[in-house]
């Protein structure tokens, strides 16, 4: 497995069969190095290496996107602090081309821009459908949903409305594209 933005790097991977991480990014960077890997992978012989590409995201499903940010939003305000103080932001603001610069870098604001996949279980359907669209396809959904930025329980119940209403919605999405 490996997460890496360097074209030697994607290569090694896609020749060699390895997982390849993209984590947190638009879909048009995802798109691009979605192709690249494709394309080195078949010249090297596997079939349907777009399996092995691997997209983190920021999920919490709720029952509106106003629920899931009044649930979350004290938690992420504050670990932004620390990351806006760490560079954190900087990079997200810069990769998702936001209109905005870190400091003013509010939750709902990257919310809005994409970045924190919050709302109703059909909402996020249609936002991973629509990355996975754009983004060229990928094998693996890696939810990042660990950090403790609501009761346990409210991250459990998203996650069962994750496995219960959004991944019936994706099952049939399969990267199986050509170059």
């Given amino acids: 497995m490996t997460a890496t933005e ?12 390895y997982t390849l991480v993209s984590a947190h990014e638009p879909a048009d960077v995802l798109k691009k190095k979605a192709d690249k890997y494709l394309r080195w992978a078949k010249a ?3 079939r349907h290496p777009l399996k092995n590409l691997t997209n983190a995201r920021f ?14 939003r004290p938690a992420v305000t504050h670990e932004m602090d620390f990351q806006r103080r760490r560079g954190l932001l900087k990079f997200m603001c810069s990769a998702f081309h936001l209109p905005f610069t870190p ?4 939750f709902d604001a990257m919310v809005e821009a994409g970045v924190y996949n919050v709302g109703d279980p059909d909402t996020i359907a249609e936002r991973l459908k ?12 890696l939810i990042v949903t660990g950090k403790d930025w609501a009761t346990r329980e409210k991250r459990a119940r998203s996650m069962r ?8 919605q994706l099952r049939d999405l399969e990267a199986t594209r050509e170059a």
Avoid: C, N, W
């Fill in 161 to 168: 409305l994750f496995m219960e209403q959004v991944a019936p």
């Fill in 6 to 17: 360097t074209d030697p790097m994607i290569q090694l991977a896609a020749e060699r069969g």
């Fill in 44 to 46: 090297a012989g596997h």
């Fill in 130 to 141: 629509r990355i996975y669209d754009e983004g060229g396809g990928f094998g693996t959904l």
């Fill in 59 to 72: 999920v919490y499903v709720a029952d509106s996107k106003k629920q899931g940010m009044d649930d979350l």
């Fill in 103 to 106: 400091e003013e870098a509010t």
